[in-house]
């Protein structure tokens, strides 16, 4: 679902309308994405975005959060293993089997 | 152009002198709204004083909510309008001026809220008479703007007003500009409708998610950057909408009642050279002007702005492409810049010589022979001037 297109007039919210935020607004066509056989789970990429967008679970790296993700690139910069790296926008991203549902 | 002279006795009836003001009031009569918050300020008074004499004798069901300031004024009229009430108003100058901040949100709220601007300058001096000071700077705030030439537009653009505020397409306030005491307060013949056409044109007020129609829901949330952008564009969007939504509405209005109105207007622009740009009272003044210029053989040709948001911009293309050379008439200004009203011109139009005048600030009057000076001015120079030309004003006092 997209937000933009929930809107009422008058952004006017009634009992059971949901509200998705969007705040991806500003990648700027590139996303980033993780070659998993090379992440080393070490969660500097978590500890560095500054956006919150690396998804955790039972504190181990499972993904990113492209509702929240700028496209800054700091998780690629700061990733030691040169696991994270930046794809078009378009690239469907397949995430980790276990956490499979999550976006 | 008045036609009462040429109409059977029986038609003559519906005729009646009245002021804009009284002509806006007998609008109002008909429409008859639920609610109308409203605060008194020359020249918007008549309207009020005229409206509450038909509430007293019992003759609209309205409730006049007399509030302690035209900010109060705006914010009951936003509330009474989301609860689900047609809700109107009336204002002017530094009245609407210190409305503006809550006419933003009325817009942003989707309220429509139809309202009646007798268009007085802005403070200072101190100053009660007419020019469109007011109305330019409630430019922004993503209500439509309409300016009216005469007593009968008054009343008529106060019912086509109504519709096209609360058409589901737009959902917004129009602010419809008459020009203080030149339109407030001089009476002219006009010709009324029946009360059972206005009503049935109007229709009922539906607004969709009306506070007090159990449907209640948030109005007025916070939003923050992942979601004002787009509410924000939805807002601009549904104003454009209003120029196509208007253009429906004056067609049927034609059809009903006979008076066709263009939202611009052209007069003798055929084979036009030269033509002025004008909203407002004035415009009769520069047809007067355009009537003795062509009486002399000269091209001229006269363009009136009816409505100023959403601006006609293709309308205005066609109608002053083909022409070599243009003065914008404008009773506001931008100091620094050009005025409004040429500045929509200049991004509109392509080709011709495009001039700024500044005219009847404050309540100046604007004469035939003023009009004239310009469009001999107009008939020297192929360049642009780029300077602003003072109508009627003298120049002797300039300060230094």
Same mark, same amino acid.
């Given at each position: 679902?997209? /937000?933009?297109? %929930?809107?009422?007039?008058? @952004? ?15 990648? %700027?066509?590139?996303?980033? %994405? ?13 500890? /560095?975005?500054?956006? @919150? @967008? ?6 181990? /790296?499972?993904g990113i959060d492209y509702q929240a993700c700028k496209g800054c690139e700091i998780c690629v910069t700061s990733c030691p293993t040169q696991a994270v790296y930046m794809v078009p926008e378009e690239t469907p991203v397949s995430l980790r089997e276990e956490i499979g549902g999550v976006l | 152009m008045m036609a009462w002279f040429t109409e059977s006795a029986e038609d003559l009836r519906r005729f009646r002198v009245l002021t804009g003001g009284q002509a806006v009031a007998e609008a109002l009569r008909q429409i ?9 300020? &020359?020249?918007?008074t008549p309207i009020i004083e005229a409206f509450a004499q038909i509430v007293a004798d019992g003759k609209s069901h309205a409730h006049i909510l007399t509030v302690e300031s035209e900010h109060s004024a705006m914010s009951a009229a936003v509330g009474a309008a989301l609860a689900g009430a047609r809700t109107m108003t009336a204002t002017a100058s530094q009245g609407l001026a210190y409305m503006i901040e809550i006419v933003y949100l009325a817009a942003s709220l989707r309220a429509p809220i139809v309202m009646a ?103 007025? =949330? ?15 969007? #549904?104003?454009? +909408? ?14 009903? &009642?006979? +008076? =066709? ?33 062509? #009486? ?100 002797? &006092?300039?300060?230094?």
């Amino acid at each position: 679902m997209s /937000f933009p297109e %929930t809107i009422r007039p008058g @952004a006017v919210i009634l009992r059971n309308d949901q509200s998705v935020p969007n705040m991806s607004g500003w990648r %700027t066509g590139k996303k980033p %994405t993780v070659k998993w056989s090379q992440c080393v789970d070490c969660l500097i990429c978590w500890s /560095f975005c500054p956006d @919150a @967008a690396m998804i955790l679970e039972d504190g181990h /790296f499972v993904g990113i959060d492209y509702q929240a993700c700028k496209g800054c690139e700091i998780c690629v910069t700061s990733c030691p293993t040169q696991a994270v790296y930046m794809v078009p926008e378009e690239t469907p991203v397949s995430l980790r089997e276990e956490i499979g549902g999550v976006l | 152009m008045m036609a009462w002279f040429t109409e059977s006795a029986e038609d003559l009836r519906r005729f009646r002198v009245l002021t804009g003001g009284q002509a806006v009031a007998e609008a109002l009569r008909q429409i008859d709204p639920d609610v109308f918050p409203v605060y008194p300020i &020359t020249p918007q008074t008549p309207i009020i004083e005229a409206f509450a004499q038909i509430v007293a004798d019992g003759k609209s069901h309205a409730h006049i909510l007399t509030v302690e300031s035209e900010h109060s004024a705006m914010s009951a009229a936003v509330g009474a309008a989301l609860a689900g009430a047609r809700t109107m108003t009336a204002t002017a100058s530094q009245g609407l001026a210190y409305m503006i901040e809550i006419v933003y949100l009325a817009a942003s709220l989707r309220a429509p809220i139809v309202m009646a601007v007798g268009n007085r300058t802005l403070s200072g001096p101190i100053n009660i008479h007419g020019d469109h000071s007011d109305g330019m700077l409630a430019r922004d705030t993503g209500a439509i703007q309409i300016y009216v030439k005469n007593a009968q537009e008054a009343y008529d653009w106060m019912i086509m007003g109504t519709r096209i505020a609360e058409h589901p397409d737009v959902l917004l306030p129009v602010l419809m500009g008459l020009d203080g005491f030149t339109l407030t307060h001089s009476a002219e013949p006009v010709e009324i409708e029946e009360d059972g056409l206005v009503k049935e044109f109007v229709g009922s007020y539906e607004y969709p998610y009306a506070l007090l129609a159990g449907t209640a829901g948030t109005y007025g =949330a916070f939003a923050m950057p992942e979601h004002y952008f787009e509410i924000k564009r939805q807002q601009i969007e #549904a104003l454009d +909408r209003g120029g196509v939504v208007a253009q429906r509405i004056v067609e049927d209005f034609a059809e009903r &009642t006979g +008076r =066709a109105y263009d939202l611009v207007e052209g007069y003798r622009m055929e084979d036009a050279e030269r033509a002025m740009v004008i909203m407002g009272s004035q415009s009769g003044t520069v047809e007067e002007a355009v009537d003795s210029l062509r #009486a002399r053989h000269q091209k001229v040709g006269l363009v009136t702005v009816r409505m100023f948001r959403p601006f006609p911009r293709q309308m205005l293309a066609r109608l002053l492409a083909p022409v070599q050379a243009v003065a914008v008439f404008d009773r506001s200004s931008t100091p620094g810049s050009f005025p409004p009203l040429y500045q929509e011109i200049r991004a509109s139009v392509n080709g011709p010589r495009i001039d700024s005048i500044i005219y009847g600030l404050g309540g100046r009057d604007l004469t035939i022979d003023n009009v004239i000076q310009v469009f001999d001015r107009l008939g020297q120079s192929a360049q642009d001037s780029n300077a602003i030309f003072y109508a009627g004003s003298d120049s002797r &006092t300039k300060e230094g």
